[in-house]
């Protein structure tokens, strides 16, 4: 008999059964530091008891609608994201591709009602990566994600992520936006310099283009801010995809957009079953209410700095293997030497109970919930100290 599962993911033969915080469990009980939260979505840590209760009592009530009549936590929540942000508007969505093609459809409508149909390429970057349909694999290029999947869609220009030269030189009249990750997750977790995200402002401003950012990864408090951008200043977008950590765990995503850039998604232009419904609405607004609560993102700092230094610490200790500690706040790389291979550390941290991720570049990825204490962050250093030690050069 074959699995029954596509083989399109390998997991360990490690099956957990319940979490708590930023603790994972199996059902014998063993406990596994979770420095990954299913790549930066369970920013409460697992079974939050506030979107537990929401949940809950949400599933009691009611499940599901579709957009044919109104969820009122979900107007709450819109309102609640744009207040926080630069957008005026909001449509909900099931995932982060989901965001990702609402916002590349929406760039490409605002040009069509303002009378230029032809502006429809976008810009994307190198080591960009945007989700798995069949828009977002097309705009985020990575040749091993299109092959086999027939011809690859027309109307994206890819250009060397921190370049501004080459996005300038990419810009033509039928140039309609640029899309790019404020940090980039999965190309090996990458923060360009902030003048590359106003260099972007500055480009969309004098061509008359959509800024489109990637927040799926990055935002939800990720970085101690609420989305990664809000540390530049004057490098807003007009759309931005959010997800992952948006929902804390629950399935959810959102796009957001300025009046303006929204002015095309009239009635009939979009749609969604499941997208904005009652029970991902119920864990959002938990969700949003713990991430702007008092002190919260303030702590999302004082704890990345300190898991930062630390692992600066590691890196000197372990020159022979590790490269470079990157990225921002809570979404942090350790790009180890050639010859090095993150998934090896994975699973070394692993055997040792500490669950970490690896990205493009040959980077180890760190995604802890953003509730970890100081106590968290070193005793994941220890056990990489020692997985590190253990890590032996692939032939
Ligand atoms: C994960 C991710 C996506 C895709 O989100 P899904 O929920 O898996 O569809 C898109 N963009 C970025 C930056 C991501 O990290």
Known sequence: ????????????????????????????????LDFISGIAVNCLGHAHPKAVAALSEQAGKLWHLSNMFKVPAGIELAEKLTKATF??????????????ECALKTARRYHYVNGNPQRYRIITFTGAFHGRTYGAINAGGNPKYLEGFGPAMEGFDQVEFGDLDAVKNAISDETAAICVEPVQGEGGVRAPEDSFLRGLRQLCDEH??????????????RTGKLFAHQW??????????????????????????????????VVGTHGSTYGGGPLAMAVGNVVFD??????????????SNYLTQQLHGLMDRHADKVEEVRGKGLLIGMKLKPGFDPKKLAGLARDRHLLIGAAGDNVSRLAPP?????????????????????LEATA
Do not use: W
């Open 1 to 32: 008999m074959p699995a029954p599962m596509m083989d399109t993911y390998a997991p360990p033969d490690l099956v957990f059964d319940h979490g708590k915080g930023p603790r994972l469990f199996t059902a014998a009980g063993d406990g596994y």
């Open 87 to 100: 957008a005026d508007r909001v449509f909900f969505t099931n995932s982060g591709a989901e965001a990702m």
């Open 208 to 221: 008359g283009l959509m800024l489109i950012y990637d927040e799926v990864q990055s935002g939800a408090g």
């Open 232 to 265: 530049v200043d004057g490098a807003e977008p007009d759309i931005m995809a959010a997800a992952k950590g948006i929902g804390g765990g629950f399935p959810m995503g959102a796009c957001l957009a300025t009046e303006a850039a929204a002015e095309g998604m």
């Open 290 to 303: 713990e991430l702007t609560s008092d002190g919260f993102l303030d702590q999302v700092v004082e704890v």
């Open 370 to 390: 953003l509730v970890i204490t100081k106590d968290d962050a070193s005793e994941a250093v220890a056990v990489l100290d020692e997985a590190l030690g253990a």
